[in-house]
């Protein structure tokens, strides 16, 4: 467990979160997150350490993705070795570079000019006169374009499915223990609430796996209570049926 600053960015804390069990040679195989602890660069990382990081990792940026038409990143061939790119129609890239992006390194592709202008699938594919790819650097976009194909399959999902539990005991932790808002000023008096809320959390579970309580049913929120869905609820449904 880790208490920092609010102003701390989540992904920021993957890889304490990762060399703490490593010294004490406890290094999981695989770590569930949720969305906001994915990216490339994470995932590589955790790798290097023997971790599988799973977790859904955001959507390409290109506006073709974004608008599930036209031709996506994934409809081009990249060849790594050859610094070339093979778009769907069998142009050959003219151009291939590298540029930064937000302080991060990407490598730019960009199509001949001649064989875009010419092309009869160019509003598919790009509305400037060339298409241009920015791709992460080789070993990020390979990652990137396999745990994005991964996370659509029904396997990825079983086994992402195990995150519930994990979001199961931030929510009792929220409930029972109030530990969303600090009871105290200063991060070493929050930090030592942080423990106990662990520890009471860990007895608690303790003590329901023990005397055989059964689990919880999923919270419903007040939002939902609302009942803003035409549908019948099923609350209506079950009153009516
Ligand atoms: S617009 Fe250019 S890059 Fe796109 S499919 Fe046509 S030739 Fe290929």
Redesign the pocket.
Known sequence: MATTSAAVDDPTQVQPTHDDPDRRGLTPGEHLVDGGYTSAAIGLAARAQGIDLIGPLPPASDRQTREAKG?ALTD?AIDWDAKSAT?????KSRYWGTTHVDGQPRTVVI??EY??RN????P???SGF??RLTLHPREEHELLQRQRAEQNTDAWKQRYAKRAGVEGTICQAVRATGIRCSRYRGRAKTSLAHVFSATAINLHRMDAHLTGRPVGTTHRTHFADLDLDPKPSRKTRTRHP
Do not use: D, L, S
């Not at 778009?87 to 142009?91: A, K, L, S, W």
């Not at 092309?119 to 160019?122: D, K, Q, S």
């Open positions: 031709f081009f778009c769907p129609r069998g142009e199509f001949p064989g875009c092309c009869r699938v160019r598919a594919c790009t060339t298409r």
